[in-house]
């Protein structure tokens, strides 16, 4: 087995650009976009308090189902793709794209039957796109 | 200068540990797309691995893929809406093939094809 000890990995021609062949060995894909850049699994009942994260350097309540993780790596763009959950059966999670930003993935809890914000113990997100 | 070509089974980091380069291949997302609409038309904010987007009727979107997936049902395809008002959206994926996908949106009341502010998805999955 090969082994390689590495702190960093930068493309050769492009610095922010490595390609990775896919499983079928004859398709690439970018390493550098297909990485994903920030996540978290927060308890967002009462004061909220993350389970585990990456890229996130502080977390807001900002009101009843509506949680921000503010990245540590701010995203190049704000039109970055995201996505969120909870573990209830009946409360979905989405991002709230009015407040997207290049530093923020702020997601809102919400019940299913009529959008309602409600707190939730178990909020998931994600955001997949360009660092800065 | 010929295009430099590394083939390795773990990367290691000095203070943050090792991972199998499995990880790179299978476990990176493979597509992403971040879509908004505008009076009914979906537009294409960023991505990665997208050829095209269609507006098939409303409330769905069929998403084309550059390269596409290896099988149709296996690859994994998760979602957000893009919410700025207090009405909340879901999509689902509608249909799914190895190539692309479409989505169809509810609305928080259940109601069907209805056009969303925009979504999400991320996919997952082997390349063909």
Known sequence: MSEILVNKLTGTSTAGSILVTGEGNSTTTSLQQGLIKAWYKLNGSGTISVYDSFNIASFTDNGTGDYSGTFTNAMANANFSASAATGSSDVFGSVDGGNQATTVLRVTSYYYANGAKLDRAQVYAIAAGDLA | ?128
């Open chain 2, 1 to 128: 200068m010929a295009l430099g070509k590394i083939k390795a089974d773990t990367l290691e980091h000095s203070t943050a540990g090792s991972l199998g380069t499995e990880f790179f291949v299978n476990g990176s997302s493979k597509h992403w797309i971040s879509v908004t609409y505008n009076s009914g038309t979906p537009t294409n904010r960023d991505s990665l691995n997208v050829s095209s987007i269609a507006d098939t009727a409303a409330g769905e979107c069929t998403v084309t893929l550059s390269t596409a997936f290896n099988a149709a049902t296996d690859y994994c395809w998760v979602s957000g809406t893009l919410n700025t008002s207090a009405s909340q959206e879901q999509i689902t994926c509608y249909t799914k093939a190895a190539s692309n996908y479409k989505t169809y949106n509810y609305n928080s009341g259940g109601a069907g094809g209805i056009d969303p502010e925009g979504f999400y998805v991320v996919s997952m999955g082997d390349l063909a």
